[in-house]
């Protein structure tokens, strides 16, 4: 078993005082605080080199921390170890006799797994072992990449941080907290890619979540644009007015935010001077007599004033919005939601917007909690994968934290992506 220090653990009953002496006193640097609901503990991170000092101050009389200090009063609680792999390390010593607190791994602070090792079995000391957060590595430049005579630019309007829970539906924390783990809050982060297709028109597929949300929205949906669309474009090198289409997959806030934009004088106007918007006839239907279900997700700002512009194209299924760009539908997400296919000499592209939010995502029961005919997108998603991996079909994953596109790949039953951008 392979284990180093990560931390120790101080029980504190006056924080201030604590915190006068580490960091005043002792010159240490308070590096984060966080509350640990289920534990009734905020921790707060003192760094010490290689190992952290982690201050815990109980938040509730019956928080563990609170007991501790009445037993013993304040001082070292417990000594985190942190291990690679937290199963097989409790496994290991499951197999020699240790007395366990948790025979099982729980989630501790900053997206960890931990497990106690029960003092009696360590000599009196309160060992934790800890498995630290893979680190989601949050991709945003610009991706460009040449699909026959077309060329594509995958943007970024930045990230918007959503529940995780509802991200993937049925699917148990247990098994997608590992591939996104979720912070404290059990909130994960999600890119907002559009697309861009260049060939004989530009055109742009979905625009991110836009800027004319207020601080309480940008607050609930932990959105970070400090790099947002326009940063994306000018490094494309594409001016929003050499836009000539807009093409929305659906009409929720996170794909079609960026459609509009207040002017100078506050009044919301397409976002894309010369631009023609196309939406398919019922999801425009469905987004302006939205129900208690969907109304969070259509925010009519972000799409009437392109009606009122005369700037709107409405479109049946199957439309082609230039050569060789279609609308698809999958329905499932939204009834009328669709995927975006590009192709050109031979090779396809398809833009799976909330289809294929992230590449985890690409098992067919892994569908969002906020598909409003799930049923629906998993037959969708079933026909769909085997053609993907059949044709060799690059995928766009308009969500995805830290992949912009890769190719599906199956062996053995199992599937994969095979990242390109
Ligand atoms: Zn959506
Ligand atoms: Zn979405």
């Not at 029980?11 to 966080?34: C, I, M």
């Not at 995502?361 to 993907?388: C, N, Q, V």
Request: net charge negative; with cysteine.
């Amino acid at each position: 078993m392979k284990a180093i220090l990560d931390h120790l653990g101080i029980a504190v009953s006056d924080l201030p005082a604590s915190l006068a002496f580490f960091q005043d006193t002792l010159g240490l640097q308070l590096e984060v605080s966080e509350e640990i609901a289920s534990q009734r503990v905020r921790a707060h991170f003192i760094s010490a080199g290689q190992s952290t000092l982690e201050l815990l101050e109980a938040t509730a009389p019956d928080s563990p921390i609170a007991r501790f200090i009445e037993k013993r009063g304040p001082g070292l609680h417990h000594v985190a170890l942190r291990v690679p792999d937290i199963e097989a390390a409790l496994a290991h010593l499951k197999a020699r006799g240790i007395r366990l607190i948790d025979e099982r791994p729980r989630a501790g602070a900053e997206g960890s797994l931990v497990a106690f090792i029960h003092p009696s079995a360590a000599h009196g000391v309160l060992v934790e072992l800890k498995q630290p957060a893979p680190k989601v590595d949050k991709f945003k430049t610009v991706g460009r990449h040449t699909l026959g005579e077309l060329e594509l630019f995958s943007l970024s309007d930045g990230f918007l941080w959503l529940d995780g829970g509802a991200m993937f539906g049925v699917v148990p924390r247990a098994l997608w907290g590992k591939r996104l783990p979720p912070d404290d809050a059990n909130r994960i982060p999600l890119g907002m890619r559009p697309l861009i297709v260049r060939g004989e028109k530009t055109i742009l597929i979905d625009a991110g979540c836009g800027d004319k949300s207020d601080a309480k929205f940008a607050e609930m949906y932990g959105l970070e644009r400090a790099y947002h669309l326009d940063h994306s474009l000018a490094e494309a090198g594409i001016a929003p007015d050499e836009v000539d289409i807009v093409v929305a997959s659906h009409l929720h806030f996170d794909h079609v935010g960026g459609f509009t934009a207040r002017d100078a004088g506050g009044r919301v106007v397409p976002r894309f001077p010369r631009a023609q918007y196309v939406v398919h006839r019922l999801e425009w239907q469905d987004a302006t007599h939205a129900h208690e279900r969907n109304r969070a997700s259509y925010l009519a700002e972000n799409f009437v004033p392109l009606q009122d512009a005369g700037v709107l194209t409405l479109v049946e299924d199957g439309a082609e919005i230039m050569r060789g760009v279609k609308y698809r539908r999958s329905g499932g997400h939204t009834a009328h939601h669709q995927v975006i296919t590009i192709e050109s000499a031979g090779r396809t592209a398809v833009f799976t917007a909330d289809m294929y939010p992230t590449s985890r995502h690409i098992s067919d029961p892994w569908i969002m909690g906020y598909d409003l005919y799930p049923m629906d997108t998993l037959s969708f998603k079933r026909a769909f994968a085997h053609e993907a991996v059949e044709r060799e079909y690059l995928i766009f994953f308009e969500h995805d934290p830290s992949m912009a596109a890769g190719y599906l790949r199956e062996k053995d039953g199992k599937r994969s992506v095979e990242r390109v951008i």
